[in-house]
C-alpha cells in the first residue's frame, strides 16, 4: 500500500533491482578490469551502493505501508465518531421529548384533578 496523502492511498508494485546492468556487473558478467585503479573496486561500491539502494526502498515500502494502516485507522475512528455523535444527538432528543411528554401528562392529570373538586 503506498501512502500519498492521508485520505489517498493505492496499491504499488516496486521492482526492487531494476538496473540489470548492476545486477550483471555484480555477477561478473559486466565489463572486464578498467585501466584505472580505483580503491575499493567497483564490485564492492556498486555492492555496497545496491545494499543501500535495497535498504531505503524496503524501508520507505514498509514506512508507507504503516502510513496507510494508520490513515486508514483514523478515518475510521472519524466515522465512527460521527456515528457515535448522531446516535447521542438522537437520545438526547428522545429524552428530551419523553421528559416533556411526562411533565405534560402529570400537568394534565394535576389540571384535571383539579377541575374536578
Known sequence: MKFETF???YLDIV???PCNEIVDFIKGK??????????????FIIEYLVKMWLEDNLYNIFWSSKLSEWSVR?????HS????KEINRNLK????????????????EIFAARTKL
Not at 483514523?74 to 472519524?78: G, K, S, Y
Open 7 to 9: 485520505t489517498r492511498r
Open 93 to 108: 432528543f428522545r429524552y428530551f421529548k419523553a421528559v416533556h411528554a411526562l411533565n405534560d401528562k402529570v400537568i394534565r
Open 15 to 17: 521492482k526492487l533491482l
Open 30 to 43: 559486466g565489463s572486464k578490469e578498467p585501466d584505472t585503479l580505483i580503491e575499493p573496486s567497483p564490485y
Open 81 to 84: 465518531t460521527d456515528e457515535l
Open 74 to 78: 483514523v478515518i475510521h475512528l472519524e
